[in-house]
């Protein structure tokens, strides 16, 4: 499969959604910390969800896309080239992705490497590919 996303293009999708969820989160503490929740705790499992269902709910009902990788033009897939289900897309984001931060961010940079496929790919049987 020649038409995989390399690294560099992945970290700018990546960076552009980290952006727009600032953003979003930035609102919700705005709106919602200083009246209800002092502590912060209240926000930051608001903002928790929010990023899952963003990166899991977008990706499988957008054609493997957020935003961000709608701008850069990838996508995710199955390694059979269909539509990634919410389950394995819920492994991929939650449990992939955490594993691929906990390893020094080891799992992330293997998207660099020959195969263009991070961690959190191999575990989901996932790739992720230029969008046509």
């Known amino acids: 499969m020649d038409n995989r996303a390399g690294f560099w293009i992945r970290f700018i999708a990546l960076l552009i959604d ?3 969820l600032g953003i979003v989160e930035w609102i ?3 709106l ?3 009246i209800t929740d002092p502590e912060g705790i209240l926000i930051s499992i608001i903002n928790l969800i929010i990023g899952i269902l963003y990166f ?3 990706q499988t009902k957008y054609n493997g896309q957020t935003l961000g990788k709608k701008i850069t033009g990838i996508r995710v897939i199955n390694v ?3 539509n990634v289900s ?3 897309m819920a492994l991929r984001e939650i449990i992939g992705k955490t594993i691929s931060a906990i390893i020094l961010l080891i799992g992330y940079l293997m998207a660099a490497g020959k195969a263009k496929r991070a961690l959190h790919d191999y575990l989901a049987k996932t790739v992720v590919v230029r969008a046509e």
């Open 80 to 82: 059979d080239g269909g």
């Open 32 to 34: 919602l910390g200083a």
């Open 56 to 58: 899991v709910v977008f």
């Open 86 to 88: 919410i389950g394995k």
């Open 18 to 20: 980290s952006i727009i």
């Open 28 to 30: 919700i503490s705005a």
